[in-house]
């Protein structure tokens, strides 16, 4: 699915760890903290915008995308914390399909459709997302995401993911590195970096 010149392997952590050969040249440890984190924001976005018939697999990498790299560059710490590579489709969540896998048939169902003459994977919730595991400076970039880009289809959000300096700055088949958020444009930048930067002059 990925068009990474590297094999990635992602491991869910779960109780003690164990140690294991690695098979692979990059190896993705999944803290339990992270994997929960992931499974409520996904079931928080998939109740909010999942039914929308533009919201498939391609839609959803880029929104828990935005999520998480616009949490970064506001507060500076991790919500999910998801390990995003670069395609030529834009952000990949690695750690996506082993979690899916983890929920399938318990927390979220699996369909697949056809968004005009294009196949689409989409997931339906089984249940509603634990709301006291979200604060409400989580929910509130959340919402604030889903809003702006919720309505588009792959290919826009994609195209739309693709001028994120985050993204540009990366090479095919790399990790995207959080910290490049802070060197973003208008209209992806969330702060307003020259009033900060004249308050620690002053």
């Known amino acids: 699915m990925l068009d990474l010149d590297k094999d990635i392997e992602v491991i869910l952590e779960k109780g003690k760890k164990k140690t294991k ?3 692979s040249e990059i190896r ?5 903290k992270n994997i929960e984190m992931f499974k409520e924001v996904l079931l928080y976005i998939l109740g909010k915008v999942g039914s929308k018939p533009n919201i498939g697999e391609s839609v ?3 929104l828990l995308y935005f999520v998480d790299f616009k ?4 507060y500076e710490e991790q919500l999910i914390g998801a390990t995003y590579i670069k395609n030529h489709h834009g952000p990949t969540p690695k750690e996506f399909i082993k979690i899916v896998e983890e929920m399938q048939g318990k927390d979220l169902v699996k369909i697949q459709n056809k968004y005009f003459q294009y196949p689409q994977t989409k997931y339906i919730p089984l249940k509603d997302p634990d709301l006291s ?7 509130s970039v959340i919402d604030n995401v ?4 919720a309505d ?11 001028n994120d300096v985050p993204w540009i700055t990366t090479e095919d088949g790399d990790v995207i590195d959080y910290e490049a958020v802070f060197y973003r444009t208008t209209p992806y930048s969330v ?12």
């Open 60 to 62: 959803l990498y880029k």
């Open 28 to 32: 993705i440890s999944v803290p339990q």
């Open 146 to 149: 889903l809003n702006k880009l």
């Open 152 to 162: 588009m289809n792959a290919s826009q959000i994609s195209e739309y993911s693709h």
């Open 71 to 74: 949490y970064y560059e506001k």
């Open 191 to 202: 702060r307003e970096y020259s009033e900060e930067r004249e308050e620690e002059v002053i």
């Open 21 to 23: 050969k690695a098979k």
């Open 133 to 139: 595991k979200l604060n409400a400076r989580e929910l």
